[in-house]
């Protein structure tokens, strides 16, 4: 098992910047690639980034291209996403996720972390 916590989320003003983390733990060797997702009231949860535990194959959804970075540091197993000129449409509960090497199985999930932007 994996189990995968997020932190740093809050309340920030519009323009903004925050980073959230999220630290991957357990059986960490069976798992390869990290995304951050998004889901705000009332809506479906979005993709929002993705990177391999080596740095590359970074991906980012175009909401978000040219303000957030994700990073991953894989001998802490963490991983990051810095937001900078965060939106109110921003606001949304992130939520870290891990991809299992073998194919087919399930992604692990963390709980998430609150990000408010205020207008």
């Known amino acids: 098992q994996v189990q995968l916590v997020e932190s740093g989320g809050g309340l920030v003003q519009a323009g903004g910047s925050l980073r959230v983390s999220c630290a991957a733990s357990?059986?960490?060797?069976?798992?390869?690639?990290m995304k951050w997702y998004r889901q705000a009231p009332g809506k479906e949860r979005e993709f929002v980034a993705a990177?391999?535990?080596?740095?590359?194959?970074?991906v980012y959804a175009d909401s978000v291209k040219g303000r957030f970075t994700i990073s991953a540091d894989n001998a802490k197993k963490m991983v990051y996403l810095q937001m900078n000129t965060l939106k109110p449409e921003d606001t949304a509960m992130y939520y870290c996720?891990?991809?299992?090497?073998?194919?087919?199985?399930?992604?692990?999930w963390g709980r998430g972390t609150q990000v408010t932007v205020s207008s």
């Open positions: 996720s891990a991809r299992q090497i073998v194919v087919g199985l399930s992604d692990y």
């Open positions: 357990g059986r960490t060797e069976s798992i390869d690639r």
């Open positions: 990177i391999n535990w080596s740095g590359g194959s970074v």
